[in-house]
Nanobody, 124 residues
Framework: QVQLVESGGGLVQAEGSLRLSCAAS????????MGWFRQAPGKEREFVAA???????YYSDSVKGRFTISRDNAKSTVYLQMNSLKPEDTAVYYC??????????????????WGQGTQVTVSS
């Protein structure tokens, strides 16, 4: 069974930190590009970061310098370290899997496997 399970969300004050995890199972994790997206109430799902099988990474401008994506292929897990959090980072965060690390990876339609999401709330 193909599955992605996110964890690590919660409530944090502005300027605080959280680390999200996404555990994968049922597919060849080590060959996939993994992405993090987020969706705030009333807004479209937006790209946050992606990491290739070889650990190349790419970030949206809104999180660059504050968030770090990483992966542990031995544990089939991808992480999102979020520092200097802002209230506008409040959203449900989703991890997703796709084949290619390309310009299309910022588009949610490029991904074929999704987790259920984890809520991140940043208070001011």
């Amino acid at each position: 069974q193909v599955q992605l399970v996110e964890s690590g969300g919660g409530l944090v004050q502005a300027e605080g930190s959280l680390r999200l995890s996404c555990a994968a199972s049922g597919f060849s994790f080590g060959s996939k590009t993994m992405g993090w997206f987020r969706q705030a109430p009333g807004k479209e799902r937006e790209f946050v970061a992606a990491i290739s099988w070889s650990a190349r990474s790419y970030y949206s401008d809104s999180v660059k310098g504050r968030f770090t994506i990483s992966r542990d292929n031995a544990k089939s897990t991808v992480y999102l370290q979020m520092n200097s959090l802002k209230p506008e980072d409040t959203a449900v965060y989703y991890c997703a899997a796709t084949e290619a690390f390309s310009s299309s990876m910022v588009n949610s339609n490029h991904y074929n496997t999704w987790g259920q999401g984890t809520q991140v709330t940043v208070s001011s």
